[in-house]
């Protein structure tokens, strides 16, 4: 069974399974000053760019400076993820578990370094990071690994802007993609009350910017991620997502967004998740041991590293692990 996933910038994000589917500070890839800068013109990919976009035409020059303002999000939450149960910006409303910062840390830095991933459509022999595709009406033609028509699912009344083909190195960008705001122009940061947040925390990520990451987490994540017919299901409000044991938490990529979000914007008012109404089943309040010695293993030791050059770790055998673990459990 081949997975997809979608989901949108308001909030109500959807997704549609068928049967188609204290560390170093961190250093962020560095792209020459002219793919910085949005250029409706900009056609060709800059030599520079890691990621691979297809098919946008006049878009891509904004296409590349939505993924190069998500790459730059990605830095205040790895440099907070370290701290574990410390942190101040939601680690431990969205993880729970201070063991879980370095799988965390992995799947973001994978991001960040564009980490290529092998096993994948439509060439599973070539290692390939997240590919991003623009969708038109004549998708489906040009990439015939495909089992449902982008256009069709970009098209339906409740999809989202864009959405990962699992299975696949592909992230299609749907043309309602463009009407989102890209980044925060000031922080959206939810208010607390009687230890919950106060909405669905649409107003803090809500852009672009997060929504191309949330896409990436599927990708590193594969089979291991939450999805509609997993148990539990894949989760978007931000109280549900914090209401999640940390098992399903860092399967959920919801959480990973809101957690890029809330550092990048500076949150530090967050309910915590160990008071009511959070009350976590005590049966799975902790990681399996072999996801966190394997998770350990593709770290560097803290005592010799210093400023971290990208890429300079890989979680793929972690990855790779944790799916052939749990296949079965969530289902796909």
């Not at 109500?12 to 560390?23: D, E, K, R």
């Not at 439509?122 to 290692?127: E, L």
């Not at 672009?208 to 987490?217: A, D, N, P, Q």
């Not at 399967?251 to 914007?265: E, G, I, K, L, T």
Request: proline share 9%.
């Amino acid at each position: 069974m081949k997975t997809w996933y979608c989901c949108s910038i308001a909030g109500v994000l959807a997704t549609l399974l068928s049967p188609v589917f204290c560390l170093p500070q961190y250093v962020p890839l560095q792209f020459s000053e002219n793919t910085t800068n949005a250029a409706a013109n900009l056609t060709a990919i800059p030599a520079s760019f890691p990621f691979v976009i297809e098919g946008c035409s006049a878009y891509t020059g904004n296409l590349v400076h939505v993924l190069t303002k998500a790459v730059a999000a990605l830095t205040p939450a790895l440099n907070d993820v370290g701290l574990g149960l410390d942190s101040r910006h939601g680690f431990k409303a969205l993880f729970k578990d201070g063991a879980t910062s370095t799988y965390v840390r992995g799947i973001l830095r994978s991001i960040a370094s564009a980490q290529p991933l092998e096993g994948l459509d439509p060439d599973p022999s070539v290692p390939s990071a997240p590919r991003f595709a623009c969708v038109t009406p004549t998708t489906i033609s040009q990439y015939r690994f495909l089992e449902v028509d982008p256009w069709k699912i970009c098209s339906h009344p409740n999809a989202g802007q864009a959405f990962y083909f699992g299975g696949s190195s592909y992230i299609f960008v749907c043309s309602s993609f463009w009407r989102g705001n890209i980044a925060p122009q000031r922080n959206a940061c939810p208010s607390v009350r009687r230890n919950q947040f106060l909405g669905g925390g649409e107003a803090l990520s809500m852009y672009l910017t997060y929504l191309v990451i949330h896409e990436m987490v599927h990708f590193y994540l594969g089979k291991a991620s939450l999805g509609a017919f997993t148990d539990p299901p894949e989760v978007y409000p931000i109280n549900e997502c914090v209401a999640l044991d940390p098992l399903n938490s860092v399967h959920n990529p919801q959480n990973y967004q809101f957690y890029v979000a809330m550092a990048q914007q500076g949150c530090t008012n967050v309910p915590d998740p160990d008071r009511p109404p959070f009350i976590l089943d005590q049966g799975n309040t902790t990681l399996p041991a072999s996801l966190l010695t394997a998770a350990a293993e593709t770290l560097p030791p803290l005592a010799t590293a210093a400023v971290e050059k990208l890429p300079s770790v890989t979680t793929l055998s972690v990855l790779e692990s944790l799916n052939e673990v749990y296949d079965g459990l969530v289902g796909l």
